[in-house]
């Protein structure tokens, strides 16, 4: 980025230079992926239509995040950051997709049709499993963290 100034940098800018460079790098990757990503989403809605194509994708971001949580809270290994009412409220948000799916599919099956395929039911049953096991790991981790912070307790009272 130094040809817009036309100027030498200073030696101190030079010694840093590289990490400028790199964040221009980053920040690139960055814009790459995102209009990589509004390709496939324009590529869905060519291919399936806008709606199943839009439910898909949301099911898809839905599914990442899901799996994602349960991953940081078991890499972690720590209940810092986590509630039981952000659990619940996207466990419930869940229950209330899957529920609001069925009766879309019941009530008005020729437009809604396309969420009672393979996909969509596996997406309900992923996401509501990944959920429930995010529940007990939360009440595991939260156990030890007790556990630990008791026996502190104890340590710190013998002294």
Known sequence: ??????????????????????????????????????????????TLGPGVAATVVACFCYLLLTVGSLCQLIIRGSS?????????????????????????????????GFLDTALMKWFVATTTIVELCYIFVLRHIRDKEAASHNTTNLADKKR
Do not use: K
Request: one cysteine or more.
């Open 80 to 112: 810092r950051g986590t509630s039981y009412t952000m659990w619940a409220s996207r466990f419930i948000g869940n229950l209330a997709a899957g529920f609001n799916a069925h009766f879309r599919v019941t009530y008005w099956p020729q437009v809604f």
């Open 1 to 46: 980025m130094d040809w817009f100034i036309g100027a030498i940098p200073p030696p101190e800018y030079q010694a840093v230079a590289w990490f400028a460079n790199v964040a221009t790098i980053i920040e690139t990757i960055g814009w790459a992926i995102n209009y990589a990503c509004i390709l496939g989403q324009l590529a869905a809605a060519a």
